[in-house]
């Protein structure tokens, strides 16, 4: 059964770092398209940034130049690392995985096209 653990969410003054961790288990994690989501308050869950299955990356435009996704195959771990961070990057940090190995592509950002989530991890930046 595949598992996806969030963790490293916490509560940060406004420019500062995040490392969240999702570690993964229950099948060949190497194989599978990855990605970042989150969800505010009252909003909806969003794409932040996402590892496709050939390992091209991708960011929404409000993250760019902050934010980096990257994995550690050997630990079955993805990860994001987040500097500078903004008060409106308060949200719950989900991240996801697909059950084949089909490109992502433009579809990245699309909660649809992943098959597996993990519970979620809290960052909240206070100003």
């Known amino acids: 059964q595949v598992q996806l653990v969030e963790s490293g969410g916490g509560s940060v003054q406004a420019g500062g770092s995040l490392t969240l961790s999702c570690a993964q288990s229950?099948?060949?994690?190497?194989?599978?398209?990855m990605g970042w989501f989150r969800q505010a308050l009252g909003k909806e869950r969003e794409g932040v940034a996402s590892?496709?299955?050939?390992?091209?990356?991708s960011y929404t435009d409000s993250v760019k130049d902050r934010f980096t996704i990257s994995k550690d195959n050997a630990k079955n771990t993805l990860y994001l690392q987040m500097n500078s961070l903004k008060p409106e990057d308060t949200a719950m940090y989900y991240c996801?995985?697909?059950?084949?190995?089909?490109?992502?592509?433009?579809?990245?950002?699309?909660?649809?096209?992943?098959?597996?989530w993990g519970q979620g991890t809290q960052v909240t930046v206070s100003s």
């Open positions: 229950g099948y060949t994690y190497s194989s599978r398209c």
């Open positions: 996801a995985a697909t059950a084949t190995r089909a490109k992502t592509g433009l579809f990245w950002a699309r909660k649809e096209v992943y098959s597996y």
């Open positions: 590892i496709d299955c050939d390992d091209s990356t």
